[in-house]
């Protein structure tokens, strides 16, 4: 089975900060990732998929980058909006499975 | 607008069983995949299972295998996920969600039911 590492776990940040969170495979996914937000007491919201595609209506200050097994979510600029928790998330055809979440906190 | 609205959960002693469904609203949801995801109180999110649009196809997690089955009702617009020899660790909200031919992701969610396991 892949396993799917975040870190950091926690990350405490400041409005206007570029953030990055990085995801690391257990063996190569190709670009085969996605990166989720969640806030407390919603459901995820999609953000990238295929390592890389913004999804529509997500802010251009969410990029998302790698493949193999590294990748790295980035926010360029950090708005009140942002702090969440941040979930990536392996894909294939017959399964899924997510990384244990990196929480974003002032 | 898409919706999807679920129901079913509870509270259910170990080895017990429930019926989760997910009624979904504003798209044609006999073209899309379907899928459930579970979030344990504090925890992260785990991918339980995964159906296609026919419901011909169906994957489950490692965890749930054997006992979870998801199937579907094109005709009534409801997914559903029959789970059952419960465990006290299957304590979750469940999430239905909606898979994008796009993204191949979950791109719509509901906003979940809660199961309860305890004796």
């Known amino acids: 089975d892949i396993q799917m590492t975040q870190s950091p776990s926690t990350l405490s940040a400041s409005v206007g900060d570029r953030v990055t969170i990085t995801c690391r495979a257990s063996q190569r996914i190709s670009n085969w990732l996605a990166w989720y937000q969640q806030k407390p007491g919603k459901a995820p919201k999609l953000l990238i998929y295929q390592a890389s595609s913004l999804e529509s209506g997500v802010p251009s200050r969410f990029s998302g980058s790698g493949s193999g097994t590294e990748f790295t979510l980035t926010i360029s600029s950090l708005q009140p909006d942002d702090f969440a928790t941040y979930y990536c998330q392996h894909y294939n055809s017959y399964s899924r499975t997510f990384g244990q979440g990196t929480k974003v906190e002032v | 607008e898409v919706q999807l609205l679920e129901w079913g959960g509870g509270l259910v002693q170990p080895g017990g069983s429930l019926r989760l469904s997910c009624e979904a609203s504003?798209?044609?949801?006999?073209?899309?995949?379907m899928g459930w995801v579970r979030q344990a109180p504090g925890k992260g999110l785990e991918w339980v299972s995964s159906i296609s649009y026919d419901g011909a196809v169906a994957y489950d997690a490692d965890s749930v295998k054997g006992r979870f089955f998801s199937s579907r009702d094109n005709y009534k617009n409801t997914l559903f996920l029959q789970i059952n020899n419960l465990r006290a660790d299957d304590t979750a909200l469940y999430y239905c969600a909606k898979i994008s031919t796009v993204s191949a992701n979950f791109d719509y969610w509901g906003q979940g039911t809660l199961v309860t396991v305890s004796s």
């Open positions: 504003g798209f044609t949801f006999s073209n899309y995949a």
